[in-house]
């Protein structure tokens, strides 16, 4: 860059209108209504079905876990956390670019994958994946999974 340059290139502050983001629900952790058994089925048959699955938690919009399916080298806690904080990405990028509803994002790493569904509008579903892990057989079969993880969560 020259010196000459008197000044750069700025972005303005005009924003398109934006509906505001949608309440959040209460949370459900800790509510000792759910069904929990039914649901850790759900994340148990999840690891069976998907050869790499490493676990998976089902937590809160707001971070806290609800229950989860995950090796002891695997924080629930954390996974439950960093799930809400890819959300609430994923929820601007929709409401920024006008395409809906947050229904899945997934990360990969050099060693893995962690992806997070939504569940309903209230709950998420992490999965921790190995790098060997089938993404498409993933993707597959984890919306069905959350699709019931939902219906138990409202009916329990």
Known sequence: MSTGDASLPRRTGQRPDLPPPATLPPSLAGNPSLPYPAIGTELAELRLQIPGVQGSVLGGVDGLRITHDVPDELDPDDLAAMAAATFGLG??????????????????????????????????????????????????????????????????
């Open 91 to 156: 929820r601007q990028v929709s409401l920024r670019l006008g395409q809906g509803e947050f229904r899945q994002s997934t990360v990969r790493n050099q060693s893995g994958y962690f992806a997070v569904y939504a569940v309903g509008a209230q709950a998420l579903l992490s999965v921790v994946g190995a790098d060997a892990i089938n993404v498409a057989r993933l993707h597959l079969h984890a919306p069905p999974v959350a699709d019931r993880l939902a219906k138990l969560l409202t009916h329990p």
